[in-house]
């Protein structure tokens, strides 16, 4: 059964404390400064509130600073944060390279009490000197839910002022992941405050113990669906999620920036930690030393569903070539994409390239015409349509116009980056604030690959399997390769109770089971892993050999990617 909450044990020496009273009997009596650092999606003001009233309960005396009562004015803050260049474009910003200080005029300087403890908390606190530190967290994707339901203070620096997503992805994110990445060899304690009325603690040490575990084993992150207009309901129905909401368009499986481990044994005792934490401190085990050499910290490969079953057709767009990337918009690389058809048919579709005999400026005419006037267009017109036939692989470079039909279940195999669709057409829907979606087709034409057209595109990006190694009752093929990717696609075809080996040979690969009912991996370290249908798992570099079992009485699929 696919699971919703897949979760792994903490280090033997790892302490979890659940509940303010036992998350305040870690701190010590004093005197001595307390930092908790975070992003602004936690509520600080009753962080505040309930670790006073727990430490003055046990008989310590406390004083509370928050840093964002220091901040500069936020008119400072966006002169600071905004390059004049991104003014002008109402889609994109380049990512901010600003550290946290830039939050400041001047730091707070508090002097250690004389007794008891200092606790200072918010973004930034860690700025301030202290004997203790402390990250109080919670997922990305609360701040991405707060946003849309036009919450205040969801921003950076910006108490009290309406959301912005363009500074919430493009700014804020990146100065605050930077920012907790620097910390995390030295921090005493990592706070998940999903809960807030029970939060749950994990030592610092104990944290890195048990990343330094997770590293050389297989791990699944938690996944997560979120609603879009075009969004379908495949995920509802067989998964179990969110039964209650519009749709689930965008399903998480790993997205390295927003991915989060759980560690605990169970729901009541469990903290949520970053993926990207544990490319920080333990790269080469889990990247493999050319790989991190290559990309740094960055865990370069994503893993995402497209929910279009009893939904609408996605968005016709193409992503930044990599000069255009890396220099508009900061990335030191770009936005591959592959699909891999898990759900389709001869009755659904997926549109991929330009026609031979495709017109782009007419292509553009009728894209400008949409959007000022809000005449329809056929897509069809100038991109190519293949039928969406369950197993097939599309390769997505950088610049080629794609998109999915309605009706698909896509596995998106692609690059991280994922934050660049460059819309040109969106068959006039209109967003969740009923208002037209946004359509940066500017962006989009200036990266739009027009040499690829018509019989190469179905001989470049629609590719047959090509056995690439076999055993007894399965092999390994090679389902899409480009030279201009940096990540390659394979697929096991295992039949019933068959086994094959691998090893990851230095470089970690993903996996994800596209058909049957699983597989179990087996590590040469003895792990064991089970993988159910639907579910994606990340083995790590330091894994080395590993063996894949098809579990139940019929055949298995296993995709699986790694860089080249």
Known sequence: ?????????????????????????????????VAVEGPPSVDWSQFGDRLERELTARGTPVMLLDVREHYAPPARIRHRTERPEDADDPYYRKLAENPLNDLFDALPRPAVPQEGLLVVHGPGSALVEHDLLWYADVPKRYAEAAAGAGETGVNLGLPGEKPDFRRLFYIDWP??????????HRLDGWLDMQRPEQPTLIDGAGLRATYAV?????????????????????????????????????????????????????????????????????PENVLGAEVHARFGTSFPIRFDYLDTVGGGSLSVHCHPKEPYMCERFGWTYTQHETYYLTLGGPDTKV???LREDADVDLFRKEVQESVTDGVPMNPEDHVLVFPAEQGQLFMIPAGTPHASGAGNLVLEISATPYLYSLRFYDWL????????????????FANLETERRGEAVARDLVQE??????GNGWREEVIGALDEVFYEVRRYVLDAGAEADDDTQGRFHVLNVAEGEGVTVH??????????????????????????????????????ALVR
């Not at 399997?465 to 076999?470: A, E, G, K, Q």
């Not at 894949?548 to 995709?559: E, H, Q, S, W, Y």
Request: aromatic share 8%; proline share 11%; hydrophobic share 35%.
């Open 1 to 33: 059964m696919y699971r919703l909450d897949p979760r792994y044990a903490p280090a033997p020496q790892a302490d979890l404390s659940t509940g303010w009273q036992a998350i305040a009997a870690q701190l010590p009596d004093g005197p001595a400064v």
């Open 175 to 184: 100065m605050l992941d930077r920012h907790r990445d620097a910390l995390a």
């Open 214 to 282: 997770l590293a050389r084993q297989p791990v699944r992150t938690r996944p997560y669906f979120n609603s879009t207009p075009w969004g379908g309901h495949w995920a509802q129905r067989e998964l179990g999620f969110d039964p209650g909401a519009r749709n689930t368009a965008l399903g998480y499986e790993l997205i390295a920036p927003e991915a989060g481990i759980l560690i605990g044994p169970g729901t009541q005792t469990q903290v949520e930690v970053p993926f990207q934490l544990m490319c920080v401190l333990e």
């Open 351 to 353: 549109l991929l390239g």
């Open 429 to 444: 829907r209109p967003g969740t604030d009923g208002n037209p979606r946004p359509l940066p087709y500017e962006h989009g």
């Open 465 to 470: 399997p090509r056995t690439l190694r076999d």
């Open 523 to 560: 590590t040469a370290a003895g792990d064991r892993h089970d993988l159910a249908y639907a579910e994606t798992l990340t083995v790590p570099a330091a894994v080395g050999r590993y063996t894949l079992r098809a579990t139940g009485d019929g055949p298995v699929r296993v995709v699986k």
